[in-house]
Structure formats: C-alpha cells, structure tokens
C-alpha cells in the first residue's frame, strides 16, 4: 500500500474513507488502558479538557463528542452505581448539572440539551465502571445526512476552544450565583 506522511494511507484496504484528527493522539497514548476520569483531574484544565473542579465531582469535555460542547459531570470517586453516589456527591453532581445547562445555553444556544446516565454496558456507555452524566447541546438537524449516510460528524470547533469557552461561561453563571 503507497503510504503519504501529509496525507494518511492513499486507499484504505476497506475501502472506507477515514478523517484524520491527530490531534487526540495526544490523549489516546497517554491513557492507553487507563480510567480517563480518574487520569483527567491529574492533568492541566486545558490538557484533561476540564471545565470546572468542584470538591466532590468536575465537569469535562467529551473527548468524543456527539455534538460541540458535548460536556460530562464526572464524581472524583470511581463507582458505576448511581445509588453508591454520597448525598454530598449526588448534590454537587446535579448542582454542576444545572450549571453546565446554563453554560452551554450562554456559549451556543441549544435548542434543546440532552441530560442523562448510561447506567451499565448495555445502556450503551463506553466507560461503565466510573458514572457519569452527559450533558448534550441539540439543534435542529444536528443528525444530518453526514452523520446519517457517512458515519461521519462533522465539528464546527476544536476540543480546546469549546473547553475554553465553556470554562469562562461557567465562571461567569457561578459568579452571577454567589451575588
């Protein structure tokens, strides 16, 4: 197979098409066979994708998100149960939820926001043995035929600059609170 370094593979031996993002290599390698939300809160806000830290529970991008701004409410504390979630964990976990809403409703205006568990591997999640909420902007059409006939999604902003813009919007809907 003739292979380009700028370029990728000239023709993929399964003939499907594939769209290079290099930049999550960075990632990947780095948490090879690792719990990413127990290995996240040890990085960098910008390098974990992190938006806010609170005592309990912080608040990250989806490093493969469904749609821009795709973002998680992750406890520090690794359980898969909802119910081994402490009073204080549960609180603080839909307290960052309503926040989260509020930023993503600043930064893109939504029409609609999906919050929601996948509570075990059947109810499709990717990382079943640490809980996580997902919080999801929606807008009309955001399934287009890219995503319908290609298997593509096409994103309209890197992971970083969501992270960024999502992290002053939560400052600014936690600074309006405290006065």
């Known amino acids: 197979m003739n292979?380009?370094?700028?370029?990728?593979?000239?023709?993929?031996p399964d003939r499907l098409e594939r769209i290079w993002a290099?930049?999550?290599?960075?990632?990947?390698?780095?948490?090879?066979g690792s719990d990413p939300f127990v290995t996240a809160p040890s990085l960098s806000d910008e390098e974990g994708l992190i938006i806010a830290r609170g005592r309990t529970v912080f608040a990250?991008?989806?490093?493969?998100?469904?749609?821009?701004?795709?973002?998680?409410?992750?406890?520090?504390r690794k359980t898969s149960l909802l119910e081994d979630l402490s009073t204080e964990e549960a609180n603080e976990l839909m307290h960052f939820a309503q926040i989260a809403v509020r930023a993503?409703?600043?930064?893109?205006?939504?029409?609609?926001?999906n919050v929601g568990f996948n509570l075990g591997r059947s109810a499709g999640g990717?990382?079943?043995?640490?809980l996580h909420l997902h919080v999801v902007p929606r807008w009309p059409g955001d399934s287009n035929f890219m995503t319908v006939i290609s298997g593509t999604k096409?994103?309209?902003?890197?992971?970083?600059?969501?992270?960024?813009?999502?992290?002053?919007?939560w400052r600014e809907v936690t600074a309006e609170d405290e006065h």
């Not at 292979?3 to 993929?12: R, T, Y």
């Open 154 to 169: 096409v994103m309209p902003a890197l992971l970083e600059e969501t992270r960024a813009a999502l992290a002053q919007a």
């Open 60 to 76: 990250l991008l989806n490093l493969y998100p469904y749609n821009a701004g795709h973002l998680m409410v992750v406890p520090y």
């Open 22 to 32: 290099p930049h999550r290599s960075r990632y990947i390698t780095a948490n090879r």
């Open 3 to 12: 292979s380009d370094a700028a370029n990728g593979p000239a023709e993929a």
């Open 126 to 130: 990717s990382v079943t043995d640490h």
């Open 104 to 113: 993503l409703k600043r930064v893109s205006r939504p029409e609609a926001i």
